[in-house]
């Protein structure tokens, strides 16, 4: 794949903002003289704000600071290793019990009112190490992905103490 080919296809998502800025200085008259093009710069502004706020910006509370940060970290990661290609290794013995295990010890947690984030977290990445089929896999890394963000925020939103609420 040609750098031109992959940032075509990092910019996709970005068509339908083309095209409402297309949209935008189609229908938006210009006036001639000092100040002409104000409208136009107000009406790009604001669309372009709200369209950002819709489809890019994470919508959950703290999130847009954990997508931050582990970016910041895959550009580390980039850095020192480039782009890597592995095998998932997942789906086997003894992972599929492990994900039985984790499931019922999360289960258990939760009906005796100790439930805590290493429960669940355990219980979601022994399910991704358990999973085989690649879609379910993905899924299951999503899952992970948004513990930790949780995790993440209930750290954040602790008073400077550390102690839990």
């Known amino acids: 794949m040609t750098d031109q080919t992959r940032n075509a296809e990092e910019?996709?998502?970005?068509?339908?903002?083309?095209?409402?800025?297309?949209?935008i200085v189609r229908d938006t008259p210009i006036r001639m003289g000092p100040g002409g093009t104000d409208d136009l710069t107000a009406q790009l502004t604001v669309q372009t704000c709200v369209w950002v706020g819709?489809?890019?910006?994470?919508?959950?509370?703290?999130?847009?600071?954990?997508?931050?940060d582990v970016d910041a970290e895959r550009q580390r990661q980039l850095a020192?290793?480039?782009?890597q290609h592995h095998p998932d290794g997942t789906g086997q013995y003894p992972e599929t019990i492990d994900a039985d295990v984790a499931r019922m010890a999360c289960q258990n947690a939760a009906e005796g009112g100790y439930l805590d984030w290493l429960h669940i977290l355990r219980e979601e990445v022994?399910?991704?190490?358990?999973?085989?089929?690649p879609a379910r896999l993905r899924t299951e890394l999503v899952q992970v992905a948004a513990v930790c963000s949780a995790w993440i925020a209930?750290?954040?939103?602790?008073?400077?103490?550390?102690?839990?609420?």
């Open 11 to 23: 910019l996709r998502p970005l068509a339908p903002l083309a095209a409402l800025i297309a949209q």
């Open 54 to 68: 819709k489809n890019v910006l994470p919508r959950t509370r703290g999130l847009a600071a954990f997508v931050a």
């Open 80 to 83: 020192k290793w480039g782009e």
């Open 126 to 133: 022994a399910e991704a190490l358990a999973e085989s089929d």
């Open 154 to 165: 209930d750290l954040d939103a602790r008073p400077a103490s550390g102690v839990v609420r």
